[in-house]
Structures are given as C-alpha cells and as structure tokens.
C-alpha cells in the first residue's frame, strides 16, 4: 500500500478534551508532517518533525516521533469546536524522495 | 514565503472535454512537484512526481496518457485531464518542493467536477 496507517479513522471528543492521533508508517523517512484538513477544502500544515527529533510542540500541539516504532503522534490539548477536521500524517520517504499520506483521522469536538 | 498558488480552485466541464489545473510556486524554485488525487472521505493519493525540465514519473495505477504533466520551468506545473470522465471527478492537490530545501508546499486543491 503507498499510505501509512492512521489510528483512530474517527475520533469523537467534547470539547476542551485532549485528542490523540497516531501514525505509523512503513520505511525509512526524512521527515514526518501533520497537516489539517477541513471538509472540501485545502491542506492546512501544522508541525514538521524531522527525523532525529523525538518531540515537538506548537501551541497547543505536540508531535512525537519513534523511528525504532516507525510511529508518530499528534495530541491535540484542550480541544475547542474549531478543531473538527480530518488530519494527516504524511511521511517523505527516503527511498524514493516521495511525500505519502496516511489514511487520516476524522476528529469531531462535540459542544 | 513559501506560498504554491494552484489554479482554479473549482471546475465544472462537460465529459469528454480537457481540463488543465496549473500550480505555480510563486516566491521560490520548486525543482520538484507532486501531484495528489483525493476522494470524498478519502486521503490524498500521490498521482505522479514532477522534476524541472524531465518527464514526470507516474504512480502505479495512474494513466500517463489520460493525466499530462509538465513541468516546464522552476516556477510552473500544469495537470491537464484529458477527455474527462464523472469517474475522474475529484479534488486535485498540488505540492511544490523547494530547491534546496527539505519541505514541501501544498496548493489549496482544485475540486473538479465532471458532468
């Protein structure tokens, strides 16, 4: 398969929750993004982690990455309404110089 | 910096005819471009990698003949769907790497529409 796996495939939380997503992935990568995507639109980057790096955060976004686990992570803290959206992992392999998405995860922040 | 315009953002044609989606880095040299295919509820598929100035290498699965890409200069890459089908209604997503650089620029979609 050319996509990585993405656990859960949908998630709903109430709000203010923190939400967890996870990512594995199958070979040998450079990096590893997270991008957000509402429905029908475009693609919204969120956090780059590369991959000699183990964490990362942004707000109220934190990034791991185990490469031994070929694994990543996105916790979303504090979740709010405006968080609905599917997100993406994508990898840049090395083998191939190529960026592959995972599955995605639909999140769903209940009132 | 870094924005990858990619144009049109909606398209509605008739079957049968082309449609040519273009992405343009706009303040930095993409030497390489990606092309994406995304179905409702679904990820985004990689189609076919762009390199500056080469022939584009396709996915496995992805008609060469039916999906045209050039990539004629650092700055531009065009999609041409030919003789389009309602099958091939879909968003289009392009992604632009820049030269020398380890990331990659995403295009806001192109949603086409094929009655």
């Known amino acids: 398969s050319q996509q990585g796996e993405e656990d859960p495939q949908a998630l709903s939380i109430q709000e203010g929750e923190n939400a967890t997503m996870n990512c594995s992935y199958k070979t040998s990568i450079n990096n590893l993004q997270w991008y957000r995507q509402n429905s029908g639109r475009g693609l919204v980057h969120l956090i780059l982690i590369r991959s000699n790096e183990r964490e990362k955060h942004s707000g109220r976004l934190r990034v791991t990455l185990d490469t031994s686990k070929k694994s990543s992570s996105l916790l979303i803290t504090a979740s709010r309404a405006a968080d609905t959206a599917s997100y993406f992992c994508a990898t840049w392999r090395n083998r191939d110089d190529k960026i592959i998405f995972g599955k995605g995860t639909r999140l769903h922040i209940l009132p | 910096g870094a924005v990858v315009s990619q144009h049109p953002s909606w398209v509605i044609c008739k079957s049968g005819t082309s449609v040519k989606i273009e992405c343009r880095s706009l303040d930095f040299q993409a030497t390489t471009m990606f092309w994406y295919r995304q179905f409702p509820k679904q990820s985004l598929m990689l189609m076919a990698t762009?390199?500056?100035?080469?022939?584009?290498?396709?996915e496995q699965g992805v008609e060469k003949d039916k999906f045209l890409i050039n990539h004629a200069s650092l700055t531009l890459s065009t999609l041409t769907v030919t003789s389009a089908h309602p099958e091939d209604s879909s968003f289009y997503i392009c992604?632009?790497?820049?030269?020398?650089?380890?990331?990659?620029?995403f295009g806001q979609g192109t949603r086409l529409t094929v009655v």
């Open positions: 992604s632009a790497r820049a030269k020398g650089r380890g990331e990659a620029f």
């Open positions: 762009s390199n500056e100035g080469s022939k584009a290498t396709y």
